[in-house]
């Protein structure tokens, strides 16, 4: 499968993977789209990046990477928001460096 389908199928599917507890907890819209389209670029840049780390680490190191200018803004106004986000972006974050280096070896 070529890289960048897979990374952009992944990066869907985890979005939705993250944003339906945000559903449910009723968080607006600029949240869950930010949130989606956030593992969107994850997903594309873990499948086309050549960083030789293990997949789980190398997922969650470009997650963290992309998610720091949101959390910067998220940490200021609400601090304890960051923990149940550096939670979900650590567990997604190497599933989804697990699956795509899975799948492209």
Request: hydrophobic share 60%.
């Amino acid at each position: 499968m070529n890289r960048l389908i897979l990374g952009l199928l992944v990066g869907i599917i985890i979005g939705i993977i993250d944003i339906i507890p945000m559903l449910v907890q009723g968080l607006t819209w600029d949240a869950n789209i930010s949130a989606f389209s956030m593992w969107v670029v994850v997903g594309i840049l873990i499948s086309i990046s050549d960083i030789k780390l293990p997949g789980p680490l190398k997922g969650i190191l470009i997650s963290f990477l992309v998610l720091l200018p949101s959390a910067i803004l998220i940490g200021w106004k609400e601090l304890f928001s960051l923990f149940p986000i550096v939670i979900m972006t650590i567990i997604l974050g190497s599933l989804s460096g697990f699956i795509i280096t899975k799948y492209l070896k």
